[in-house]
């Protein structure tokens, strides 16, 4: 038992002691590396712009939309508002990218080794590998790509997640999604595939939760026919629809029974 414990103690002694050794060659690079100095010095004249994150999350609550819209969709959807945002971005990390070039440029100028100071009896290999480890940490890395990832999420009422689907987009793929929404007519959009993604990303915003508290409103009545839910299949209907441009508000949508939201659905066609 006592050699035990006389182990832990020299071991605890040695680590102890390389921490202190550890620390007095920190402390000496930190103090007297002129690379170091140099470093500072260059980092002060260089400023880049922060990263932004402009990535997507989304939680639905209702299976079916999870399963029927893709990263892409809920992308498009959100650039519609996004896109000014995207633009100054970009627009900054590229002017990240110009600058970090001449950034390294002049880092890599850094000369290793030389310390204002003498290094007595420290060892030089030892001070080089502290030095240059804390140098690579000194070194600035500014965000120089743009890029969106979007994450969907599916979960129960309760919000327990149990799915989900991620995917990257790089500026090439966001700039060709912001272009095809441009090709518009009034609120409209002439790109067939933008507009059913757009179209499906506003149907899914009708969560399970927003429906119960629209059934709730609606007092579980058919607000065309006044059928309670005790005799009738109750739906949410978006009163102007959504392929005419209606959005999934609560003032947008209402109960009705499913005899009526098919009686309307066929009078929206003649
Ligand atoms: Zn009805």
Partial sequence: MLELIAIAFIIFLVLYIQQVV???????????????????????????YPYIDLNQTHTYDNEKFYDNISCSDYLIYQLQYLSPKVFDQVKKVDSNKQKYQNYLCEV?????????????????????????NIVNKTVQTPVTQFNITVTLYCSKINGR?????????CVEEIFSFINRLKNKSGTF??????????????????????????????????????????????????????????????????????????????????
């Fill in 108 to 132: 890599e100028t850094i000369q290793f080794g030389q310390f204002q100071c003498p290094i007595g009896k420290l060892k030089l290999d030892k001070l080089l590998n502290i030095e240059k």
């Fill in 189 to 270: 959009y002439n790109d067939r595939d933008i507009w059913n993604s757009l179209c499906r990303v506003e149907r899914g915003k009708v969560s399970n939760k927003m429906r119960f508290s629209i059934y709730e409103r609606d007092g579980y009545r058919c607000r065309r026919c006044g059928v309670s839910e005790r005799y009738a299949t109750l739906e949410i209907d978006h009163i102007i629809p959504i392929s005419k441009g209606g959005k999934s508000t609560y003032e947008n949508l209402q109960t009705l029974c499913r005899k009526c939201n098919y009686e309307k659905g066929n009078k929206r066609y003649y």
């Fill in 22 to 48: 550890q620390q007095k060659y920190t402390d000496f690079v930190n103090q007297n590396s002129i690379a170091l100095k140099k470093l500072l010095e260059i980092n002060q004249r260089y400023v880049f």
């Fill in 161 to 169: 997640i149990y799915d989900s689907k991620m995917q990257n987009f």
